[in-house]
């Protein structure tokens, strides 16, 4: 029987106050399952990556809860919610946030650090990560003179380098070719999606619809339905 990794009820998170209060997710429910690739597509501003940060452990929802594998995280004091962000999760930011002043392959060792694994032995490892996502010949340079696709491909290797066992990608392939795109996902489909892991991941681009167990819709702050895997959005 499928076990839930993401419970998310009712999630509510508006930004400021009065007059300027923006309410960016409304009442999102969600559930995704240990061994699922599920994907949430929706317009630019529908809420998307704030409702990604919130079932990370990165923003705390004005209502409702978030449990992730059983455990209510915004329940968490500010260690243990820390601890749950590195051990976890691997997150793909939409706009990278690597370290600019470290090289590619330090920064894929960066979880590794934290984790206080010995560095050498964390480049060794960060280094087969790179070679995964097309990148060993690119290990010394700093991210500014990747391109943006290197730059997301980098930042796939360090959200995997750890071995999570919740995978967030925010836009995972928007500044890819579609060829690029299509090979790593189909790379996280078949070599890390297992009965153990749980992958979301939001997207427009329907050239990787094909690899979605599930597609959930997301539109002005709320979760809408379903997609088929073959439909298009805008
Ligand atoms: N830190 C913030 N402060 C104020 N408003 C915010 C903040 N973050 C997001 N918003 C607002 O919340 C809404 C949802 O933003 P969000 O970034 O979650 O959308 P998105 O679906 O990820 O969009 P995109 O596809 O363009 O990345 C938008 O109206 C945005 O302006
Ligand atoms: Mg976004």
Redesign the pocket.
């Known amino acids: 029987m499928a076990t839930v990794a993401i419970h998310a009820d009712k999630l509510d998170k508006w ?2 106050e009065g007059e300027a209060r ?1 309410q ?2 409304k009442s999102a429910s969600f559930d995704a399952n240990f061994g699922e690739l599920v994907y949430i597509v ?10 990604l940060s919130m079932i990370s452990g990165i923003l705390k929802p004005n209502n409702g809860t978030v449990e992730v594998d059983g455990i209510d995280i915004w329940k968490l004091g500010k260690d243990a919610i820390a601890d749950f962000r590195l051990n976890k999760i691997g997150f793909v930011f ?1 706009d990278y946030h690597l370290f600019p002043r470290l090289t590619t392959v330090e920064n894929v060792a960066i979880p590794l650090f934290l984790k206080k694994r010995d560095w050498n032995h964390s480049l060794d490892e960060a280094l087969k990560y790179l070679d995964i996502v097309g990148l060993k010949n690119r290990a010394g340079l700093q991210p500014v003179k990747l391109s943006g696709g290197e730059q997301q491909r980098v930042a796939i290797a360090r959200a995997i380098v750890g071995g999570p066992e919740i995978l967030i990608f ?2 995972p392939t928007a500044s890819l070719d579609g060829e690029t795109g299509r090979q790593i996902l189909k790379f996280i489909k078949t070599n890390i999606l297992n009965d153990h892991r749980c992958i979301v991941v ?1 997207t ?1 681009d329907s050239r990787i619809f094909e690899f979605a167990d599930r597609i959930l819709k ?1 539109e002005d ?1 709320r979760m809408v339905g379903t997609l088929e895997v073959g439909d298009h959005v805008e």
């Open positions: 930004f400021g923006t960016a997710v929706g317009p630019s501003g529908s809420g998307k990556t704030t409702f939409q925010d836009e939001v427009h997301m702050g």
